[in-house]
Nanobody, 117 residues
Framework: QVQLVESGGGLVQAGGSLRLSCEAS????????MGWYRQVPGKQRDLVAL???????NYADSVKGRFTISRDNAKNTVYLQMNSLKPEDTAVYYC???????????WGQGTQVTVSS
């Protein structure tokens, strides 16, 4: 499986910005569909944003226009730029790497994002 290391979480005031990073191990990063998910205690883990190997993106309705997912294949890294943050964005954010051909479905350890009102 792929090792994923997230960074960039923290505490920010409402209206502020954060950028999350997720660095992956391995040599076939460019073939992965990468995703960011988030979870609050007692609730399921929800999709925030996806970017596939071609660079196509998908976003949850709640973050469209505020969050941007991107990837740098040369650095084996996916980013989540989060702007205009709201208290309801508070969650643990997880990075995911997926490649169905190679049966890869790996998760990072999570990074806490807290947005104060």
């Amino acid at each position: 499986q792929v090792q994923l290391v997230e960074s960039g979480g923290g505490l920010v005031q409402a209206g502020g910005s954060l950028r999350l990073s997720c660095e992956a191990s391995g040599t076939i990063f460019s073939t992965y569909t990468m995703g960011w998910y988030r979870q609050v205690p007692g609730k399921q883990r929800d999709l925030v944003a996806l970017i596939n190997s071609s660079g196509s993106t998908n976003y949850a309705d709640s973050v469209k226009g505020r969050f941007t997912i991107s990837r740098d294949n040369a650095k084996n890294t996916v980013y989540l730029q989060m702007n205009s943050l709201k208290p309801e964005d508070t969650a643990v954010y997880y990075c995911n790497a997926r490649n169905t051909f190679w049966k890869i479905n790996s998760w990072g350890q999570g990074t806490q994002v807290t947005v104060s009102s």
